[in-house]
């Protein structure tokens, strides 16, 4: 299994990226109302990294699993 957590933020570089356990309330609060990925259910945005600094939200895509 890869450590994915240490990615870099791909658009500030902040060297730790969140993940939805990680933030705090008013983090997801932030992240709920985010206008980005809304072809993402709320569920499915559970599953991704978020950058605090900058607030970019990654998804790692996971294609050669059955
Ligand atoms: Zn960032």
Redesign the pocket.
Known sequence: MKNFQEKN?P????PKLKTWKELTNEQKFLVERLPLNTEFTLEERKKHLF?E??W?EIYIQESENC
């Not at 658009?11 to 902040?14: L, P, Y």
Request: with cysteine.
């Open positions: 933020c658009q500030c570089g902040a950058c600094r900058c970019n």
